[in-house]
């Protein structure tokens, strides 16, 4: 019997639960799917929030080959078979010809030469690609290829969203069983039906106490692209947060023994240097750079030693998140009151009318007062000082 996540994949776009930025009424992807256009793109979304699904409604709704390739295991070699197939069916039928889509999940794994080697038949419009990633792809896709794609975000299932797809199920379930199994997701669908699939295999329902104790059991087989991935590196980050380098350099450990991409260990640090860090030690962010220009230069398997080193370091650091927190004030501002008014000593005055109409004038190099819009003068943002 299929997995209980195959059973229930969605077949058509009326059926696709989430991403309604993307699939609602008049939305970008919604357009494409009943305009049956297709062209380039990639998703990038954490995992279980339909990458897959939506590539699949979207080759079956425009009638065009689908072929499914994962970027961990695929090489030139497969590219190039489905290239000639595609080639055979355009020589054949060249007048109702339609360029099949290569759905290329984790496309992030594939190196500068396989992406390269890909690039002139995306080019070409020999294939269409719809890439899926759970990394940013200005990191991880070449630029030439990202040019030729259009980049759409896929956000975590809301709650309601993953409360449908346990109705869907049609399975009798508790109230606090179903909100355990919302939590426990965490927007993720396939972390929620592969739970829900195994405790029903292993159980025959969906009691509490079976869901939790389905966790540990051995017959429960997890995605450890997905699961053991995010779980590891949030273990990873919360013990650099926690200054408790043991922890640190423990999970880093098992994600290097599990053969985790370097670059994306080094990323994280790097971002942890200011979320974390900050104004507390500004020299954390150095010292994450250099780690990431390491590994990029080093590679595995003395790369370990590298990510090592930096992980000791930012663990042991000072912690101050002011600077990140003041950000996210001021950018819940921007976004809650638009573009406010910027006062007129701050504006640039390039003419003379400008001069005239009040602009530049009264500027001060150094100031305390507040150079805030006037509806946000009395502010502050940066309510603690670095420690």
């Keep these: 019997m299929q997995p209980l996540a195959a059973q229930l994949r969605p077949q058509t776009l009326d059926d696709f639960i989430g991403q309604e930025h993307l699939v609602g009424p008049d939305k970008p992807l919604r357009r494409v799917i009943e305009n049956k256009q297709a062209f380039s793109m990639i998703f990038w979304g954490p995992p279980g929030v339909g990458k897959t699904t939506l590539a699949k409604i979207i080759a079956r709704e425009n009638n065009r080959d689908f072929y499914e390739l994962s970027a961990v295991s695929a090489g030139k070699a497969d590219i190039r078979e489905i290239v000639q197939k595609a080639e055979a069916s355009q020589q054949s039928l060249t007048a109702t010809y339609l360029p099949p889509i290569l759905f290329l999940d984790e496309i992030h ?21 719809i890439g899926a990633t759970t990394e940013n792809p200005s990191f991880e896709v070449i630029s030439a290829l990202l040019s030729r794609t ?10 309601d969203n993953l409360r449908q797809i346990i109705k869907n199920t049609k399975q009798k379930i508790t109230k606090e069983a179903e909100d355990w199994l919302v939590t426990f997701s965490n927007g993720d669908a396939r972390k929620l039906l592969t739970i829900i ?24 087989n997890y995605d450890k692209k997905g699961e ?18 043991d922890g640190a350099l423990y999970y880093l450990a098992r994600m290097v023994a599990g053969g985790e991409d370097p670059k994306f260990i080094a990323r994280r640090m790097v971002i942890f ?11 954390a962010l150095v010292v994450a750079n250099a780690v990431f220009d390491a590994v990029h230069k080093v590679g595995y398997p003395e ?6 080193h930096g992980a000791a370091y930012l663990a042991k650091c000072n912690k101050d998140r002011s600077a990140y927190d003041a950000y996210f004030s001021a950018l819940r501002d921007v976004e809650k009151l638009g573009n406010l008014p910027i006062p007129m000593e701050l504006r640039n005055a390039p003419t003379d009318l400008m001069k005239g109409l009040g602009y530049s ?17 009395d502010k502050k943002y940066l309510k603690k000082s670095a420690s």
Excluded: C, W
């Design 109 to 129: 794994r594939f190196n500068k030469a396989q992406q390269d080697y890909l690039l002139p038949f995306v080019e070409d419009g020999t294939l269409i690609l």
């Design 150 to 159: 259009r980049i759409f975000v896929l956000k975590k299932l809301s709650e």
């Design 197 to 220: 699939d195994n405790t029903l295999i292993l159980y025959g329902d969906l009691e509490l106490t079976h869901l939790k104790d389905t966790l540990q059991s051995s017959h429960l």
């Design 228 to 245: 053991e991935h995010y779980d590891t590196i949030s273990a990873f980050i919360k013990s650099m947060r926690a200054s408790n380098v």
């Design 273 to 283: 240097a200011s979320e974390d860090i900050g104004l507390a030690q500004p020299t």
């Design 303 to 308: 790369a370990q030693i590298n990510l090592a």
């Design 361 to 377: 004038k009264g500027y001060e190099m150094y100031s305390n007062k507040s150079l805030l819009p006037e509806k946000l003068k």
